[in-house]
């Protein structure tokens, strides 16, 4: 791992940086002054953002002279909807943004995708910048463009591929954030070790006490996160191909995320956690994987307190057959075909076309004993 801060996607004429650092946020006001020349800003962000986080961003702004006005949704997941949505958008109109001003994402996931969104539609496209301040959206949502909101019928099923023009992922913001949150947001970081990168997960299993604490390991690893995604974007911006491999547990995720009603009953990176274990243990039970990998994962995973297990997910837990019913809605499936991320092991995921859906269904039956 190398100790640079700056990681650049390279997506030709929507090209941007990365800048991770302890003073992403305080140095931003000067970086955007540079790029957009002029430009009056709309910061959406949610309630705890702006209460912890916000007084830091305004500084950096106001230092430059620079104008925004401030628009905030409650927080959670059930902000990524569609009324939450068009009340962003008409709170940005009522604030007279302009085509060439800029909308500033700031917060976690749930703001990021959905100002993300907001900017792709308003007056048909503005122009984007991601101040992620959740550990997840510093090293998953915030790169990559991928941007929506979840319908009834599904997660995410409601969006577009819109890039920001640039990212500020501010280390010293996650010092207000909680040990569950971060906790989310390590399952993301641990997915690129699962997928093709055998030795970052080995590395996670014996620093993630390190990780957790902060320092230069959370650093280290916050930035190297960023490079394994900003490689899948730049190969496959729109997911014809191996981006696909960065919804490992995924299909399995947003089903129990759909069937908990998008609430903080599960958040997203505890159900992705549940996800890549079961990717793992169906990969060993069709006869793809060596077991001991599948353990290997959930004893990790239970090490640093993420859920692993159908039990864990709190409340009832919902019917296969509706578990079924949300996985044949997932974006990955092609003519009423599902495709899953599966692996040989640890670092060695592919996708797998035409899965069969009893063989899936029968294995959820299993794993709920
Ligand atoms: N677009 C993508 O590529 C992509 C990738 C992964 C996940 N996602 C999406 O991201 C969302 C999850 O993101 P998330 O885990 O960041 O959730 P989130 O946005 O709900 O943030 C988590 C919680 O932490 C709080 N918070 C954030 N930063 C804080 C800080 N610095 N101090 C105090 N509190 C803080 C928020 O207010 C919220 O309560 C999901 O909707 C998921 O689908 C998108
Ligand atoms: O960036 C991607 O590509 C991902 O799949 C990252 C995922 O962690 C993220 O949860 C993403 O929002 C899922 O995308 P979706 O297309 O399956 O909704
Ligand atoms: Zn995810």
Redesign the pocket.
């Known amino acids: 791992m190398t100790n640079s801060n700056i990681v650049h996607i390279d997506l030709g004429d929507r090209a941007y940086d990365i800048n991770v650092a302890h003073d992403a946020i305080d140095t931003l006001g000067a970086k955007l002054k540079t790029m957009f020349p002029g430009a009056r800003y709309g910061i959406v962000t949610d309630e705890n953002v702006q209460r912890e986080q916000l007084p830091r961003l305004k500084k950096a702004l106001e230092a430059e002279g620079l104008n925004y006005a401030v628009v905030t949704i409650p927080a959670g997941e059930s902000s990524k909807c569609n009324a939450m949505l068009n009340q962003v958008v008409e709170a940005l109109l009522a604030e007279r943004l302009e085509r060439t001003d800029i909308i500033i994402a700031f917060g976690g996931?749930v703001v990021g995708?959905l100002a993300g969104f907001a900017a792709s539609i308003i007056r048909r496209g503005m122009d984007f910048v991601q101040v992620p301040t959740s550990l997840?959206a510093q090293v998953?949502?915030s790169?990559?463009?991928?941007t929506?909101i979840n319908s009834p019928h599904g997660?995410?099923?409601i969006?577009a591929f819109h890039q920001p023009r640039y990212v500020a992922a501010d280390l010293a913001a996650l010092g207000t954030l909680s040990e569950r949150q971060f906790r989310a947001g390590y399952a993301?970081m641990a997915?690129y070790g699962l997928i093709d990168d055998a030795k970052f997960f080995y590395w996670l299993e014996e620093n993630w006490r390190e990780v957790f604490e902060g320092g230069p390991a959370r650093a280290e690893a916050i930035a190297h996160s960023c490079r394994a995604?900003a490689r899948?974007?730049a190969a496959d911006e729109k997911?014809h191909g191996a981006?696909?491999?960065?919804?490992l547990g995924?299909?399995f995720?947003?089903a129990f995320e759909a069937v908990t009603g998008y609430s903080d009953r599960l958040l997203?990176g505890e159900a992705?956690a549940i996800g890549m274990v079961l990717a793992h243990r169906y990969s060993t039970k069709i006869g793809i994987a060596n077991g001991q990998d599948a353990v290997r994962v959930t004893n990790h995973f239970k090490s640093v307190g993420l859920p692993t297990e159908l039990s864990d997910i709190p409340g009832e837990l919902a019917s296969t057959e509706e578990l079924m019913h949300h996985i044949a809605q997932?974006?990955?499936v092609s003519r009423g075909a599902l495709t899953f991320i599966l692996t040989n092991g640890v670092g060695e995921a592919f996708i797998e076309k035409n899965v069969d859906p009893t063989s899936i269904s029968a294995f959820l039956e299993e794993q709920r004993n």
């Open positions: 996931g995708d997840l998953d949502s790169v990559g463009g991928k929506g997660k995410n099923l969006g993301e997915k995604k899948f974007v997911e981006r696909a491999l960065l919804n995924h299909t995720g947003h997203h992705i997932d974006k990955k």
